[in-house]
């Protein structure tokens, strides 16, 4: 074949020059944008390379902004903590200068007037806002934490910053953990309220002082041996109730001898003690858990003694010590116009409430756990809380069905809480279980008192299980018995004894006292019309604390609820039956420390110390259940904890984010230094690839022409 001269010109220019020009195009473009390409055809490894990069850039630009938002809250709370710490500081100063014994009345106002002041501004620094967003107030940042009477209202919802892949870091610390938080760690204290002082002689009471010297001695006779009596109830750290009737002392014995005899109920035994049992700087007896985190040690005590030589103080029923008398000083003087002259009886703990029957002559200390819920305006509430205890079996029908996870034990009862989670069952199911596994079968409740209407009322709520026909609820006697509907969609029948819960006893408890009855003993439909009717009346439920309370729908501010409500177990002051399975109100002792926070509440209990003008608990005037200023101190030392604890967790929260915003910032840099190292042009190597490419094109172009001017030689 001929070489033609257009042949060897397309050769040597036309497909080279389209090439070139071409790779000058795009080294130019690279030069111009800065980018080694423009769409993704241009480099499909180097695009999708780049778009990955871009995306990292864009998580990390969110996690930047995520933890610097975080960071901002957590700094704000950190800085809000410094001036919680500084006020409380300045507050434990003041309770050290009203505890030292020298301050008259107008020194104790004027630091009591201080302290209220700190307090109100602890409550300003509480509802500390960001923006309009509440710091304390879990996810619910709209709305305020802290109320005037101190109650919390915001959640226990964390909310938390973008911190990484699958990472998230908390930056808010809620007023559920700060104000109302609880120490694993802290071990429950109570103290009994009356001041015991030597009624036969001028010292004070030591433990190894006499019985005599606490319980008296009517003839001044040392020969004469008295046989003192002590009726002891409460519960135990692991929840267990109990009750106990101490006979084995006389009045010889020491007042150590009865501490003994007091820890032994609780569980002491000669080489292990559960708790302590001390008597404290004015008399009273105080009783310290020796096991941490548990919020169920309770006590209640009553003395009595019979100065005649009978038998009177030796009872089993603890309403038989009604007839006697309180005031030892009538005993002595020959002025008591008691039933029974001789029959003295000592009281340990008062309470202030009326007991459930209201008698005139009923002596104040002597009711445990018949006492009235206490009344304020509209407003009954109970005065003790609710409490998960330990991991136990949940039964129906000598069948286990259900076990209560441990993480929840010590939590305070919800709606849906059942009463055999927080309830000390006495009776073993049968056939007997390995391990025993007991049951609420056959457990009694009272509820007394009178309905919205001023009626007065008397029923008995029968726990039973679903073999024995279910739970009921009687207000005649037995001779109406309503039962107590479960909500099983697939058959409404009474509900077992052991799978009741706090909302159905709340249902019946509402509908008693609003007087709003079902229209027929075992219709499911009546019983829910019932319960919706009732609550147009009144309402029923448990408290932030887990205590019962009623609120009269009906009845104005002003005047106040007719209603009264007294709940407790039917054996309760029997002891010669079971201890009482569970208490909703009682004249207990008072708490000193506990694993579980109130801030708010504890510091108005501090601050009523020193209003009162009260050293220790003392239930003589003011405020019957006043911890005193000493305990006030103890208190004040376990708040301190609390919010040091808190403010280490937000200052940990405040690092994390700290370093997460920094690690994000260099993994930024770096991520667009590899950015840049795929798609951005080296303007060095593209100027000398261009330079390159620019005398190729001039060579090629010389010998086109060469080759051009030799044709035409050739031609001629």
Do not use: C, W
Request: charged share 25%.
């Amino acid at each position: 074949m001929r070489v033609t001269q257009s042949m060897y010109y397309d050769s040597i220019y036309g497909n080279n020059n389209s090439k070139l020009n071409r790779e000058l195009f795009d080294v130019n473009k690279q030069i111009a944008s800065g980018l080694k390409i423009q769409y993704a055809k241009d480099g499909v490894r180097t695009f999708t390379e780049t778009m990955r990069l871009d995306n990292e850039v864009v998580v990390l630009d969110q996690i930047k902004k995520s933890t610097e938002s975080g960071f901002k809250v957590a700094n704000q709370t950190d800085q809000v903590l410094n001036e919680f710490t500084t006020s409380m500081n300045r507050m434990r100063t003041l309770l050290v200068q009203a505890a030292n014994g020298t301050n008259d009345e107008t020194s104790l106002d004027a630091i009591a007037d201080e302290l209220r002041g700190i307090e109100k501004n602890l409550k300003g620094l509480a509802n500390t806002s960001i923006n309009g967003q509440f710091l304390f107030s879990g996810s619910k940042v709209d709305t305020r934490p802290i109320s005037d009477d101190g109650i919390y209202h915001g959640d226990d919802k964390a909310m938390n910053a973008f911190v990484g892949s699958r990472n998230q870091q908390q930056y808010n610390l809620t007023g559920a953990d700060l104000f109302l938080g609880e120490e694993k760690l802290r071990p429950r204290e109570i103290t009994s309220n009356v001041q015991h002082k030597n009624l036969v002689g001028t010292t004070s009471l030591t433990p190894s002082s006499s019985l005599r010297e606490l319980m008296g001695d009517k003839d001044n006779d040392e020969t004469t041996v008295e046989k003192p009596y002590f009726y002891l109830r409460g519960t135990q750290s692991d929840g267990t109730t109990f009750k106990k009737k101490i006979d084995t002392l006389n009045s010889n014995n020491t007042i150590d001898d009865l501490l003994d005899e007091i820890g032994k109920a609780y569980g002491n035994t000669g080489s292990l003690d559960v708790v302590n049992v001390r008597l404290g700087d004015s008399g009273e007896i105080v009783v310290e858990d020796k096991l941490k985190g548990s919020s169920k040690l309770d006590f209640h005590m009553v003395g009595a003694i019979d100065f005649s030589g009978g038998n009177d103080a030796n009872v089993t029923d603890i309403d038989d010590l009604n007839d006697g008398e309180s005031d030892y000083q009538k005993i002595k003087d020959g002025t008591s116009t008691a039933l029974k002259q001789d029959l003295y009886v000592k009281e340990f703990v008062k309470s202030g409430l009326d007991p459930a029957t209201g008698a005139a002559d009923k002596i104040e200390g002597l009711v445990y756990d018949r006492t009235k819920f206490e009344k304020s305006g509209t407003h009954l509430s109970s005065n003790v809380s609710q409490i998960l205890k330990k991991t136990h079996l949940v039964t129906e029908n000598g069948m286990i069905i259900d076990t209560v996870s441990p993480e929840k034990e010590n939590a305070f009862a919800k709606p849906s809480t059942l009463l055999s989670e927080v309830a000390d069952p006495k009776k073993e199911i049968t056939p007997p279980t390995d391990p025993k596994t007991y049951t609420l079968d056959g457990t009694n409740f009272v509820l007394s008192g009178t309905d919205t209407d001023g009626n007065t009322f008397n029923v008995t709520i029968n726990l039973k299980s679903s073999a024995n026909g279910g739970s009921t609820f009687s207000p005649d006697g037995g001779a109406t018995n309503y039962k107590i509907f479960n909500m099983d969609p697939n058959g409404r029948d009474a509900v077992d004894a052991d799978k009741m819960t706090y909302q159905q006893l709340m249902d019946v408890v509402n509908m008693v006292v609003t007087n709003t009855m079902p229209a027929s003993e075992d219709n499911s439909d009546d019983y829910d019309t019932a319960i919706k009717n009732s609550r147009f009346k009144g309402n029923t439920s448990l408290s932030y604390d887990g205590k019962l309370q009623f609120h009269d729908l009906q009845s104005s501010g002003t005047n106040g609820t007719q209603a009264e409500i007294a709940l407790y177990d039917a054996n309760s002051d029997d002891f010669s039956k079971e201890a009482s399975v569970m208490t909703f109100n009682t004249n207990n002792a008072l708490a000193i420390r506990d694993p579980k926070t109130d801030f708010f509440k504890t510091i108005d209990e501090m601050i009523t110390a020193v209003e009162d003008h009260k050293l220790y608990p003392d239930a003589s005037s003011g405020h019957l259940r006043n911890v005193g200023i000493e305990n006030a101190l103890a208190k004040m030392d376990d708040l301190q904890d609390h919010v040091y604890r808190m403010h280490s967790k937000i200052g940990a929260q405040s690092n994390t984010l700290s370093t997460a915003q920094e690690r994000t910032d260099i993994l930024r840099i770096s991520t667009m230094s590899l950015r840049s190292s795929v798609v951005d042009t080296d303007l060095a190597e593209a100027s000398l690839r261009l330079q390159q490419l620019t005398n190729n094109y001039q060579a090629m172009l010389s010998t086109v022409g060469k080759v051009s001017q030799l044709s035409l030689v050739n031609y001629l």
